[in-house]
């Protein structure tokens, strides 16, 4: 199984540049615990790299996050990265996993009837308490997550994209190309567009499989697609899962339910259990905790607790 990599390539005389990603063990542990249908989970595959690929291009501290607001099965898909291409995603159904047909589209799951939406989010790390992260919101008009995430990209960027996105049950893959205004190099062929000089590279990228995206490593495949243009590398990035879930962060949700429907959770079921969405581990909080939690100064909560 190749490496989970990432290799950005630079087109220094088309002001064009070009990232290549194959992902193996940090899918795996992004979807290992989540049993999504095998459409939604090649989805929020597709969405992850698609993340990945985009934060490489942004100078930014925080969270970039990805996400769509689905109408149909998915009710909610989220790709959320962070500093040092650490990743993590999930998705939420609408309905029963087995409902989901195998040959559901992506506008079968997030689509059905015209309201999705697709969303990116920029969280700085330095925001200030109240302020509200970027975000910029776009209805889905795609039949595919590339051709959506194309579009929106060249209209909110302004900057030609082009997008290719596979996923399976071990491995993910994609290639992000895109024009920019300047490279540092010669400067590109003046009397050509954007469009122009991004169709030359195109052709190239146009020629790889989905079994090319899913199963050969970004080097060798960037090479085996590009090596006619003479790219410079001009970086290599391992992306890795990490999630963030912690008891403190459990505590917080717990409490900002309010002690009255804490305590009813925990007369009804007598514990309180929580399943992160993004990783699977559980937490559970029992009538000890919970009375520590909203009455700290006469209970002294345990100092083990951990997920499980």
């Given at each position: 199984?190749?490496d ?16 290549v990603?194959?992902l193996?063990?940090?899918w ?8 999504l249908?095998v459409p939604?989970?090649h989805m929020?595959?597709?969405?992850t790299c ?12 925080g969270a970039?996050i990805l996400?769509i607001?689905?109408?149909?099965p998915?009710?909610?898909?989220l790709?959320?990265?962070r ?10 159904m609408?309905?029963?996993a ?5 040959n559901a ?5 997030v689509?059905?009837?015209?309201n999705g939406?697709c969303?990116?989010i ?5 925001r200030?308490a109240?302020?509200?992260?970027y975000q ?5 008009t795609?039949e595919?997550?590339a051709?959506?995430?194309?579009s929106?990209l060249?209209q909110?960027?302004q ?7 596979a ?6 893959g994609?290639?992000l190309?895109?024009?920019?205004a300047?490279?540092g190099?010669k400067?590109?062929?003046s009397?050509?567009?954007?469009e122009?000089?991004l169709?030359?590279i195109?052709?190239?990228a146009?020629?790889?499989t989905?079994e090319?995206?899913?199963y ?7 090479r ?6 003479n790219?410079?590398?001009?970086k290599?990035?391992?992306p890795?899962f990490?999630?963030r879930?912690?008891?403190a962060?459990?505590?917080?949700i717990?409490?900002s339910?309010?002690?009255d429907e ?10 309180i259990?929580?399943t992160c969405?993004?990783?699977?581990a ?7 905790d ?19």
């Open positions: 199984m190749a989970d990599k990432l290799v950005k390539l630079l087109f220094l005389d088309k002001n064009c540049h070009a990232e990603l194959h193996g063990e940090c795996q542990n992004i979807i290992r615990n989540q049993h249908p939604v989970a929020l595959g597709e969405l698609a993340a990945l690929m985009l934060a490489v291009n942004l100078k930014f501290k970039v996400q607001q689905g109408d149909g998915v009710r909610l898909a790709v959320e990265v500093d040092g291409l650490t990743v993590r995603a999930t998705a939420q609408n309905v029963k087995e409902e989901v047909p195998e589209t992506f506008k079968d799951l689509n059905a009837h015209g939406r969303a990116i920029l969280d700085a790390a330095d200030a109240g302020e509200q992260p910029s919101v776009v209805p889905l795609g595919t997550v051709k959506t995430l194309e929106f060249t909110s960027d900057l030609s994209t082009r997008l290719w996105l996923a399976g049950e071990t491995s993910a994609g290639i190309l895109q024009h920019v300047n490279t190099g400067g590109g062929d009397e050509k567009t954007p122009e000089t169709a030359e195109t052709v190239y146009d020629t790889v989905r090319e995206l899913l050969d490593d970004a080097m060798t495949l960037a085996h697609l590009f090596w006619e243009l790219p410079t590398v001009s290599e990035l391992n890795k990490q999630c879930c912690s008891m962060g459990i505590r917080s717990v409490k339910l309010g002690k804490a305590e009813s959770i925990i007369k009804e079921r007598g514990t259990e929580v969405s993004f990783c699977g559980k937490y559970v909080m029992d009538a000890i919970v009375e520590a939690l909203f009455h700290p100064q006469t209970v002294t909560p345990p100092t083990t607790s951990q997920p499980q």
